[in-house]
């Protein structure tokens, strides 16, 4: 069985979310990007409304719970290019292989979603070589956002 068989994908409009759902992807967003990476920024950044967001969930013990997550902004919405972003594993499903099913599952939804555009992210620059498994190639010199360098790449 492979990881993302055991993962249930769920991608949505933000307005097709749960209330249930959203707090538990704003609640994993800040306990990774905030609180884990000790970084104060603006997670919530007014781009989540209009956004496509991809939610990866397992069942533990009976109990669902989110693995892993990314939302995918429009063409012209952040970049010229399609993006994606908010990419989280949560620590549970770290090194499960979680995080590589998101991208391959994110990719493919992208990619349906807005055919024939290329994909930009804004990418920690130690997740390069993750990122470029997955076709991404580095288009700017790392910067520093947030505290944590960065680089920017192209699919």
């Known amino acids: 069985m492979t990881t993302s068989s055991l993962i249930d994908w769920q991608f949505s409009r933000f307005a097709d979310l749960s209330p249930f759902d959203l707090y538990e992807v704003l609640a994993q967003r800040q306990n990774v990007f905030i609180l884990e990476q000790t970084c104060l920024y603006p997670d919530i950044d007014g781009h989540d409304p209009e956004a496509h967001h991809l939610l990866g969930w397992r069942s533990v013990d009976g109990k669902r719970s989110l693995a892993a997550y990314l939302r995918v902004l429009a063409p012209g919405a952040k970049y010229d290019e399609m993006s994606i972003g908010r990419v989280i594993t949560t ?45 991404f190639q580095t288009v700017s010199e790392p910067y520093d956002e947030d505290g944590i360098m960065h680089i920017d790449m192209l699919r």
């Open 91 to 135: 620590p549970a499903a770290r090194g499960t292989g979680a995080g590589r099913a998101l991208l391959d599952e994110g990719i493919r939804q992208a990619e349906a979603l807005y055919p024939g555009h290329r994909i930009r992210i804004g990418a920690q620059q130690y997740l390069e070589r993750f990122y470029g498994s997955f076709g």
